[in-house]
């Protein structure tokens, strides 16, 4: 199976997306996924952090957990509209 078969809901995950430098310090700034505990579950999470102050985002919950579908994207979004102002 070529790799352009792969389910299309995991191809855009790791999609590059357009990240402002850090507001609080101008640093470079990631999109990351991240688990997060809830026993007996465990859920996946977006967000986005400045490799040098650490500042980040909160979390996107995806999967559906908590009705929640975030996407890389609304990370970013969120992470712009705060570096924007
Ligand atoms: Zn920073």
């Keep these: 199976m070529s ?5 299309p809901d995991f191809a855009p995950r790791y999609m590059s997306v ?3 430098p ?3 310090c101008g640093g ?3 999109v990351q996924e991240a688990k997060r505990q809830d026993p007996p579950f465990s859920y996946a999470v977006w967000f986005v952090e400045c490799r040098k102050c650490g500042l980040r985002t909160k979390d996107f919950p995806s999967g559906g957990y908590y009705g929640l579908h975030g996407t890389p ?3 970013a979004a969120e992470w712009n509209r ?3 102002t």
Excluded: K, Q, V, Y
């Design 82 to 84: 705060r570096a924007a």
């Design 22 to 24: 850090c507001p609080c």
């Design 73 to 75: 994207g609304n990370a």
């Design 28 to 30: 470079h700034a990631d």
């Design 18 to 20: 357009f990240l402002l």
């Design 3 to 7: 790799s352009a078969d792969r389910n």
